[in-house]
């Protein structure tokens, strides 16, 4: 979409049309200006921001302003993203802290430094995977994925797995995902540099750190380059005479090689430019725009990146460091906090009415494990009509099945719950100015 974007606005310059960077049709400013207005003006909720910057002051937003809102607050302030007032900000992932998966059940990661764990790290995530049937794999950024977890057993898993030592991974966040290692000078003949070390520092000081997009981080002990940190949104390859960085790496659908950012920096400034950089992205790049576009779409490129991170050009490298210092001091355990949090773990279960449960999809076994069976290609059509109903429009009688205090009752925003009445399960919506909506919990594409 971002590529499209591109080039559909490259025409359109071309035809002699202006253009304009507003964020969404509620907000007549970029991103980036939007960012600078809430961190001067001290803003602190998504209602306080629009009724101060919106174009329709008592606006309720949409699918791309809020979020981005939300990513916002999280990079100034740190709030726990749980926080009713941040409530409708939030995606599913963010909601309940795991990757919403294809069945409705979540993905569970804990951070797993640089892919170093302790023989009873091992053992502690296999017993949690095995109490809880989760479907086990490696992951491309050296951490282990648990998949298949229920909502309701959400904090009993991160109960467990705090206390065996491990925290958040924030795999659902627009984050820091893993900064990737070598085992450099630990263990290998070739290594130059302490890879492992390097990347676990790094890795916990930008753990939980809110961006515009995910970014990840790679660290290699020498130019043999095993971490692959030259694809990564900054990377680390130790030399002869310190390290080499390098910004704007990128995998996915448009691959980019990452730009040599400075050579030879001495291991007590690695943290330093990296610091900045990442501050500078946060507060100038557009929504969902990893560095690799953030970098190709900057005026001046990569030379004026330089000047502004490397030869503080601008002046403004304290406080891009304060900024990043903030950051690094107010972070906290997201999963730890809801665990110790009753009001919070209760929006974990799976139904505000009942503590039934019910599954949500056909499981099969493959290769010794559980999966979600495979959807069919097609499906017939589904048409419902009030001469199917047995009970009769004149005998219809009103039902409780939840209390306002059930949607959250400290959220002002747009939230939801499900409720449980005989066979049927309801999905209710309460949205500010416009009431309540309720609809049957079921995909209409899938019938789950």
């Known amino acids: 979409m971002p590529l499209v974007t591109k080039i559909f606005n490259a025409e359109l310059k071309k035809s002699g049309h202006q253009l304009n960077n507003n964020l969404c049709p509620h907000f007549a400013m970029s991103r980036a200006d939007l960012f600078s207005v ?15 910057c919106g174009v329709k002051k008592d606006a309720l937003g949409c699918e791309i302003c809020k979020p981005a809102i939300g990513s916002i607050l999280s990079s100034l302030y740190n709030e ?7 409530h409708q900000n939030q995606d599913t992932n963010d909601r309940f802290l795991a990757n919403i998966q294809r069945n409705g059940t979540f993905s569970v990661i804990p951070r797993i430094a640089a892919g170093e764990i302790t023989p009873d790290g091992l053992i502690a995530i ?32 991160w109960e467990e797995l705090n206390e065996a030592g491990f925290e958040s991974g924030h795999a659902y966040g627009k984050s820091l995902r893993t900064v990737k290692s070598c085992v450099g000078t630990t263990w290998c ?43 990564k949104d900054f990377g680390v390859i130790a030399t002869d005479k310190g390290w080499n960085i390098f910004v704007g790496g990128n995998g996915g659908a448009t691959p ?23 501050a500078y992205y946060i507060m100038t790049a557009d929504r969902l725009q990893r560095t690799a ?51 919070k773990r209760s929006q974990f279960r799976q139904f505000v009415n009942t503590p039934e449960r019910r599954p949500q999809s056909e499981i099969i076994t493959e290769r010794g494990q559980h999966r979600p069976a495979d959807w069919p290609q097609s499906y017939p059509p589904l048409q419902l009509t009030p ?55 079921m995909c209409p594409h899938r019938r789950w």
Request: with cysteine; hydrophobic share 35%; net charge neutral.
């Open 38 to 52: 809430v961190k001067v003006k001290r803003l602190k909720d998504f209602f306080e921001i629009m009724s101060t």
């Open 80 to 86: 726990h993203v749980m926080s009713p007032v941040h």
């Open 126 to 157: 296999g017993q949690v995977a095995k109490r809880y049937g989760l479907y086990t794999k490696i992951t491309g950024g050296q951490r282990i994925d648990m998949f298949g977890a229920k909502k309701d057993d959400l904090p009993d898993i």
């Open 189 to 231: 003949r070739y290594g130059v540099g302490d890879s492992v070390g390097l990347a676990v520092q790094l890795e916990k000081r930008y753990r939980g750190v809110r961006s515009p997009h995910k970014f990840k981080g790679g660290v290699s002990g020498c130019v043999r380059e095993c971490a692959e940190a030259q694809g």
């Open 256 to 278: 980019r090689h990452a730009d040599l950012f400075a050579k030879d920096v001495p291991p007590s400034k690695v943290v330093q430019i990296i610091d900045r950089f990442l």
């Open 293 to 343: 576009r953030w970098i190709e779409n900057m005026e001046g490129g990569i030379e004026k990146l330089r000047k502004v991170i490397l030869d503080d050009e601008l002046g403004i490298c304290g406080e891009l460091e304060a900024f990043m210092d903030n950051l690094i001091d107010t972070y906290e355990d997201e999963w730890a906090a809801v665990v110790k949090d009753p009001a």
């Open 387 to 441: 001469d199917q109903f047995k009970t009769g429009t004149e005998n219809w009688t009103w039902i409780t099945v939840a209390k306002k205090s059930d949607m959250v009752s400290a959220n002002p925003g747009t939230t939801s719950v499900a409720v449980k009445y005989g066979d049927t399960q309801l999905a209710i919506y309460h949205v500010p100015q416009r009431g309540y909506y309720a609809t049957q919990q």
